[in-house]
């Protein structure tokens, strides 16, 4: 089995998007399966999963690209079933929506001969994906904490606000509470709002009326943010020198560039990645390459002297 640099696998993605390639005589199924549009990143997946679908399709004629959404995680291993008893693929691009209730199932689609790729949520036996895509998660937590430490002088109170149990919220969550340990910072609340703006508003509502004085907020997603941000300005807090996010986020990114004192960073975390793994993974399919592996993106600090370097106003998400 050979292992691909990252360079080396995003020059063979830049290949299947853009030419056809040899062998196409032989009909293949790549099947994606990703969540709904059950938030703004989410709602960029789904939006680059389809035009990936159609680039592929006018490349590859010999591959039929079937993208299926679903809005839960028990969904999602019905989808499975179905795609795998209906259409047999040859490669499966997924992006769980839950890490433990999909692994098996997944296991399930690997051990009858598919190519799996994993996107973003990673499963918890890594050892069943062929192909691994993701951002640098434990990055965009230990980054962002350690911006917030040297801004808050290594002292304060703060509370986070948790995505859904995955891989990657556990990967976030662990790079932040490492990149604080040695510091005088304390994290008065964690808790899950799953990734949703209206569950992230409750949840700091919670927070501002447990806790007199907080001295920054992270949400570990930019739609959560949002949420945090909406509840701050109602209950009129002032004590809140900053409130973050995660994943660049268009809106929160414009405010990135304006000088926003209270959020004036973010991580770039882009939904474009599903892009990416279905690119690879029709390369592997027609025999470009034997494409194995991890492509990790970076997660640098987005700041008013970068941003518009990651500012997209037409973007989904």
Known sequence: MKYLSMSTLLSVAAIA????????????????????????????????????????????????VVVNTSPSAIAQVGALEDLQASRDPDALVILPFTSEELTGPVETVKDAGTFITVVDRGLTDPRIQDLYVAGDNIAVGANTANWLSEQLGGEGDVVVLRGIPTVIDDERIQGFQDALEGTNINILDIQY?????????????????????????????????????????????????????????????????AGDPRTPISTPYPPSMIKTAMYLTAANLNGQAPVRGEVILDAPLITIDNAEEFYFPDSPF
């Open 17 to 64: 998007a853009a030419a056809p390639a040899l062998g196409q005589e032989e009909q293949k199924v790549m099947a994606v399966s990703i969540p709904a549009a059950t938030h703004g990143w989410t709602g960029g997946v789904v939006y680059h999963a389809e035009a990936a679908a159609a680039e592929i399709r006018e490349a590859f004629p010999n591959i039929d």
């Open 193 to 257: 709002a799953n990734w949703n703006r209206d569950e992230a508003f409750n949840l700091m509502q919670d927070y501002l009326a447990k806790y007199s004085h907080i001295d920054a907020v992270w949400a570990n997603d930019d739609d959560m943010l949002l949420g945090v941000l909406e509840a701050i300005d109602q209950a009129g807090r002032d004590d809140i020198k900053f409130a973050l996010g995660a994943n660049g986020m268009v809106d929160i990114v414009e405010m990135v560039r």
